[in-house]
């Protein structure tokens, strides 16, 4: 009897995509970056206070998804932030735009090989802890995966990580600590929470806002979740922090205002720059 086992062929696949985008961006002069970090939608003004040595279009990198059309200028960056050697994702693929879960996750795996051993991450979101205000910041402590999938799902190569991920921690005990304290010394208000990721692109009706609230979460977003599963399965630490856009009170739930989701995250993204500026330079 036939049995057809193709795992292997699409991990060998992946491994040498990795290394091809691999060396495709050294080859354009990225060379030891010691930190990762992904901005999330409408969180990109962290670019501004770079030393930008490079920067590459995502669609010049071979195997890195197709640009969708809303994030058609994703960029990798790489440079110098708070003395650190950093690479940055400026602008993230989503799984509401018709990526897999594997393709979202596919730049992790590339920062992985390039030597990178921490990874942070931003993301705007909404509120469903009502004692969390918009245009405030939250450190994910823990999250909950409502994406119809997990990225590691598959036959699994102990190349790029182990079969069984321990997800006791997904983010570092000590980064946690450390952002608290920039936050402290900084008169930041900073709370402290659990994220979800929804697959959007719909925002949530008010049943989903209740049963979000329900299952333990304190925002609902509609990313990081992915990347921080495959960081984690590459062995890398992560500290991730939410920027709150708006509140989402299921007995009181309004209309969204894009004009005031854009201005809360801009008021909270100037702490996030602060707070990851001061986390690099600890790092």
Same mark, same amino acid.
């Given at each position: 009897m036939?049995?057809?086992? &193709?795992?292997?062929?699409?991990?060998?696949?992946?491994?040498?995509?990795?290394? %091809?985008?691999? /060396?495709?961006?050294?080859?354009?002069?990225?060379?030891?970056?010691e930190?990762?970090?992904?901005?999330?939608?409408?969180?990109?003004?962290?670019?501004?206070?770079?030393? $930008?040595? $490079?920067?590459?279009?995502? %669609?010049?990198?071979?195997?890195? &998804?197709?640009?969708?059309?809303?994030?058609?200028?994703?960029?990798?960056?790489?440079?110098?932030?708070?003395?650190?050697?950093?690479?940055?994702?400026?602008?993230?693929?989503?799984?509401? /735009?018709?990526?897999?879960?594997?393709? *979202?996750t596919?730049?992790?795996?590339?920062?992985?090989?390039?030597? *990178?051993?921490?990874?942070?991450?931003?993301?705007?979101?909404?509120?469903?802890?009502?004692?969390?205000?918009?245009?405030?910041?939250?450190?994910?402590?823990?999250?909950?995966? +409502?994406?119809?999938?997990? &990225?590691?799902? =598959?036959?699994?190569?102990?190349?790029? =990580?182990?079969?069984?991920?321990?997800?006791?921690?997904?983010?570092?005990?000590?980064?946690?600590?450390?952002?608290?304290?920039?936050?402290?010394?900084?008169?930041?208000?900073?709370?402290?929470?659990?994220?979800v990721?929804?697959?959007?692109?719909?925002?949530?009706?008010?049943?989903?806002?209740?049963?979000?609230k329900? +299952?333990?979460?304190?925002?609902?977003?509609?990313?990081?979740?992915?990347?921080?599963?495959? %960081?984690?399965?590459?062995?890398?630490?992560?500290?991730?922090?939410?920027?709150?856009?708006?509140?989402c009170?299921?007995?009181?739930?309004?209309? *969204?205002?894009?004009?005031?989701?854009?201005?809360?995250?801009?008021?909270?993204e100037?702490?996030?720059?602060?707070?990851?500026?001061?986390?690099?330079?600890?790092?």
């Open positions: 036939y049995v057809c086992k &193709p795992y292997k062929i699409e991990f060998l696949t992946m491994i040498n995509e990795i290394r %091809a985008a691999k /060396e495709y961006v050294e080859n354009k002069g990225v060379g030891n970056p930190i990762a970090i992904i901005l999330g939608t409408g969180l990109g003004l962290l670019v501004d206070e770079m030393d $930008v040595e $490079v920067s590459i279009s995502y %669609a010049e990198i071979p195997y890195f &998804p197709e640009a969708a059309g809303s994030f058609h200028n994703g960029r990798l960056i790489y440079g110098n932030l708070s003395g650190k050697k950093v690479l940055v994702m400026h602008g993230r693929f989503h799984y509401y /735009e018709g990526y897999s879960l594997q393709h *979202i596919f730049p992790v795996r590339v920062m992985q090989a390039l030597g *990178i051993k921490t990874l942070l991450v931003s993301n705007a979101c909404g509120t469903v802890n009502l004692d969390y205000k918009p245009a405030s910041l939250m450190i994910i402590d823990d999250h909950i995966n +409502m994406l119809p999938g997990n &990225p590691l799902i =598959g036959s699994n190569d102990s190349k790029l =990580g182990p079969r069984f991920v321990d997800m006791s921690e997904p983010y570092d005990r000590q980064l946690i600590e450390k952002m608290q304290d920039i936050a402290r010394k900084n008169k930041i208000s900073i709370n402290k929470g659990v994220y990721a929804w697959t959007g692109p719909s925002l949530e009706t008010r049943a989903e806002y209740r049963f979000i329900i +299952m333990g979460a304190d925002v609902v977003g509609m990313s990081s979740v992915p990347e921080v599963i495959v %960081a984690r399965h590459m062995g890398m630490k992560v500290a991730a922090v939410s920027v709150i856009t708006d509140s009170n299921p007995d009181n739930l309004q209309p *969204i205002d894009i004009d005031d989701i854009l201005n809360n995250a801009a008021i909270a100037r702490d996030l720059i602060i707070i990851f500026k001061e986390l690099v330079r600890q790092i």
